[in-house]
């Protein structure tokens, strides 16, 4: 008997991490948030001044950074070469820059097999834009979690200002739209909803509730 791979894609803003994270504790699965992975090269690409048309020098960067996944007081922190980067990565700057860099291909290359490695024994729930039409298409189930522009961008915003980020409302929503748009129609791995994924729009459901659905689904597969 082998754990399986849930597949969690779906635009930004969906609820994705957090419904991500809930589930895999309601499940006792380990939580794979690519997002953060694609975030981390950006900040690090950023901080070493590379220029994101550089594909050459992105691919080196990515061999060369290390990004972990930590627990600490219960909640998931992110790694890049030993430092806590978990608030870091979610600034605006940073979200702008790795729609850019996450659409290079030798980015997409390197995390993808990163991710191929860290799921492979199953027991996890992947969260992201390609984890069941690229990363896992055999995963054993595959959510496309979605909700309206209108709520995601809300639900961002709220997001931002509990951080502490002075954001726009206007701003925030406009700014989900245009990386809806980048990662819908970049040439590689663009963001679709496999074939055999479920469908789940949440803009009038709770977390809870989406969990709940979520956590039926994949128990039923036993
Ligand atoms: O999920 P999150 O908003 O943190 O992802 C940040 C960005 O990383 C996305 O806008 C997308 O450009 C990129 N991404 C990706 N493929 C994934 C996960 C994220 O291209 N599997």
């Known amino acids: 008997d082998s754990f399986p791979i849930v597949a969690i894609d779906g635009p930004s803003g969906a609820g994705k991490s957090t419904i991500s994270r809930m589930l ?5 699965f380990t939580h794979i948030d690519t997002g953060a992975m694609y975030r ?3 900040l690090a690409a950023l ?32 790694i890049l070469d030993g430092e806590d980067v978990s608030g870091e990565i979610r600034t605006p700057a940073v979200s702008l820059l790795t729609s850019r860099v996450s659409s290079v291909a030798a980015v997409r290359e390197k995390m993808v097999a990163m991710q191929r490695e860290m799921g492979r ?15 896992f298409p055999d995963a054993g189930i595959k959510f496309f979690l979605t909700a309206s522009a209108q709520e995601r961008g809300a639900r961002r915003y709220r997001e931002l200002r509990e951080q ?5 409302l206007q701003q925030t929503i406009d700014e989900v739209i ?14 679709t909803q496999a ?12 977390i809870e509730q989406v969990v709940e659905m979520m956590a039926r689904r994949v128990r039923s597969l036993d």
């Not at 895999?24 to 006792?28: G, T």
């Not at 502490?164 to 726009?168: I, K, L, N, S």
């Open 24 to 28: 895999a504790r309601r499940l006792n």
């Open 40 to 42: 981390c090269i950006a």
């Open 47 to 78: 901080r070493r001044g590379i220029d994101p048309e550089d594909e050459a020098a992105l691919a080196e960067l990515c061999e060369r950074v290390k990004i972990d996944f930590k627990r600490q007081d219960g909640q998931q922190r992110v």
């Open 121 to 135: 024994e199953g027991g996890v729930v992947l969260e992201g834009r390609d984890i069941g039409s690229v990363v």
């Open 164 to 168: 502490g980020h002075e954001v726009d």
């Open 178 to 191: 245009s990386r809806d748009q980048a990662d819908s129609s970049r040439q590689h791995s663009p963001l």
């Open 195 to 206: 074939e055999d994924a479920i469908l789940v729009d949440s803009t009038d459901m709770t």
